[in-house]
């Protein structure tokens, strides 16, 4: 069985500043890893995915995320934190169809 | 091109009654999944389909059940609602150029409230 962990639920920068978003998985085949944001009272949008190649991901709005295979992890960054990116995130791995999601982290960016 | 629709965005029920909601994917996506997202429990999945056909499951009791249309578009069901079914409903599409390498593309969601 496939599962996701966010061991952290809320994370704080300052604006300006480095963030990260952690996430480790596990699944018994190919490791395929989304990252998607959740604004308050919208659904879910698509940040970044893994599927191969490159373990540096590059997505939407600035983010890339490391895909590190020895420590099944999938860390979400972006090198300058905006308050606009105060969001809930979500880590998610897929396999056979089926979409497993993190319980998210709530990023919080202050001025 | 139109996102992923879904209806209604907001409705109350009372306990015992049922409740379908709609969900229309982005053009030329033939995958639809829905997912139960609660405080408690999180983004839970409930089920998806793939050219009409019940693909994968969640573990949610039967009284959750969906069906796809010819043109893809989706609905779900729950029937004797139950008050912990409160929750928002996100539905999601994906254009499947690899069983698992495509991205979702969610929906705003129904929010289902039960009293």
């Known amino acids: 069985a496939q599962s996701v962990a966010q061991p952290e639920d809320q994370v704080n920068v300052a604006e300006g500043n480095p963030l990260t978003v952690k996430c480790t998985y596990s699944?018994?085949?190919?490791?395929?890893l989304f990252w998607y944001v959740q604004y308050p009272n919208r659904g879910l949008q698509f940040l970044l995915k893994?599927?191969?190649?490159?373990?540096l991901v590059k997505g939407s709005y600035g983010f890339e995320a490391e895909f590190n295979k020895s420590q099944t992890s999938f860390h979400l960054k972006k090198p300058s934190a905006l308050v606009s990116d105060s969001a809930l995130y979500f880590c998610?791995?897929?396999?056979?169809?089926?979409?497993?999601f993190g319980d998210g982290t709530t990023l919080t960016v202050k001025p | 091109k139109a996102g992923v629709t879904q209806t209604p965005r907001y409705l109350i029920k009372t306990r015992g009654q049922q409740v379908t909601l709609s969900c229309s994917p982005i053009?030329?996506?033939?995958?639809v999944s829905w997912y139960q997202q609660t405080p408690g429990q999180g983004l839970q999945f409930l089920f998806e389909?793939?050219?009409?056909?019940?693909?994968n499951k969640g573990n949610f009791p039967g009284r959750f059940s969906g069906r796809q249309f010819s043109n893809s578009r989706s609905e779900m069901n729950v029937s004797t609602l139950e008050l912990g079914d409160s929750a928002l409903y996100l539905c999601?599409?994906?254009?499947?150029?690899?069983?698992?390498?495509?991205?979702?593309?969610f929906g705003e969601g129904s929010r289902l409230t039960v009293l």
């Open positions: 999601a599409s994906s254009l499947e150029g690899g069983i698992n390498t495509g991205e979702l593309f």
């Open positions: 699944v018994s085949g190919n490791p395929y």
């Open positions: 893994y599927i191969t190649g490159d373990n």
């Open positions: 998610a791995v897929r396999d056979l169809g089926k979409s497993t």
């Open positions: 053009s030329g996506h033939r995958s």
């Open positions: 389909y793939f050219s009409e056909t019940q693909r």
